[in-house]
T-cell receptor
Framework: GENVEQHPSTLSVQEGDSAVIKCTYS??????FPWYKQELGKRPQLIID?????GEKKDQRIAVTLNKTAKHFSLHITETQPEDSAVYFC????????????FGRGTSLIVHP | EAGVAQSPRYKIIEKRQSVAFWCNPI?????LYWYQQILGQGPKLLIQ????????DSQLPKDRFSAERLKGVDSTLKIQPAKLEDSAVYLC????????????FGPGTRLTVT
C-alpha cells in the first residue's frame, strides 16, 4: 500500500518568515495530493490540493509543488502569521481510482509573533 | 450546506465495554470514510464506503471493530470490546463519488477508554 513520509514533525518560525513542509510518497499511481490544516481540538480542513497533471498550484500565501518523478510534494507558506499556527497534514490518494487516502504524520507549525 | 454530523462528541468507557459512533454525511456524498486519529498522529483510514458498499477496510481491526452504512447515507462504527489503545478521536468524512474531490470532515468523537 501507499506510504507517506512527512517532515519536519515540528517547525518553528518567526512571523513574516516562510515555512516549508515536505512529503514523500511511495505509490507512483497516486494522483491527488491534498493538504489539511488542523487547529487544536478541531477537524482537519483542506487548505490546498494538487493533481498529478499539475506541477505547482498557488492560493494567496500558500503554494504546493509536486515532483512526480521524485515522488515528493511540498507545502510553502509565505509571510507566516500567528494564525497559521496549527498541525498540517499531507495526504496521497488516487491509486487504483478508488481514492483511498494515506496521511502523513503531521507537522506542528508554530509561528512566533 | 450542512456539514458532516457526528455523535456523540465525547465518550468515556471502561475497557471491554462496547461503544458506537454515528455519522451523517453531507447530502449527496456517496463516499464516506471513518478514520482513527491518535494524539500526535495523522488520521488513519479504518473503512471507506461507496454508497452502502465497502471500498476498503484493510486497516479495520475486524475482531473488534465493525461498521455499516445500510441505506447508503448514515453510518455507524462500533467497537466491541474496547481496549485502552482504542483511545483516539474518530473522524467521519464524506465526499462526492468519482474523481479526487475534497473530503469534508465531521467534528469527530473523542473516545477515552479507561
Amino acid at each position: 500500500g501507499e506510504n507517506v513520509e512527512q517532515h519536519p514533525s515540528t517547525l518553528s518560525v518567526q512571523e513574516g518568515d516562510s515555512a516549508v513542509i515536505k512529503c514523500t510518497y511511495s505509490d507512483s499511481a497516486s494522483n491527488y495530493f491534498p493538504w489539511y490544516k488542523q487547529e487544536l481540538g478541531k477537524r482537519p480542513q483542506l487548505i490546498i490540493d494538487i493533481r498529478s497533471n499539475v506541477g505547482e498550484k498557488k492560493d494567496q500565501r500558500i503554494a504546493v509543488t509536486l515532483n512526480k518523478t521524485a515522488k515528493h510534494f511540498s507545502l510553502h507558506i509565505t509571510e507566516t502569521q500567528p494564525e497559521d499556527s496549527a498541525v498540517y497534514f499531507c495526504a496521497a490518494t488516487g491509486s487504483g481510482g478508488s481514492y483511498i487516502p494515506t496521511f502523513g504524520r503531521g507537522t506542528s507549525l508554530i509561528v512566533h509573533p | 450546506e450542512a456539514g458532516v454530523a457526528q455523535s456523540p462528541r465525547y465518550k468515556i468507557i471502561e475497557k471491554r465495554q462496547s461503544v458506537a459512533f454515528w455519522c451523517n454525511p453531507i447530502s449527496g456524498h456517496a463516499t464516506l470514510y471513518w478514520y482513527q486519529q491518535i494524539l500526535g498522529q495523522g488520521p488513519k483510514l479504518l473503512i471507506q464506503f461507496q454508497n452502502n458498499g465497502v471500498v476498503d477496510d484493510s486497516q479495520l481491526p475486524k475482531d473488534r471493530f465493525s461498521a455499516e452504512r445500510l441505506k447508503g447515507v448514515d453510518s455507524t462504527l462500533k467497537i466491541q470490546p474496547a481496549k485502552l489503545e482504542d483511545s483516539a478521536v474518530y473522524l467521519c468524512a464524506s465526499r462526492l463519488a468519482g474523481g479526487p474531490y475534497e473530503q469534508y470532515f465531521g467534528p469527530g468523537t473523542r473516545l477515552t477508554v479507561t
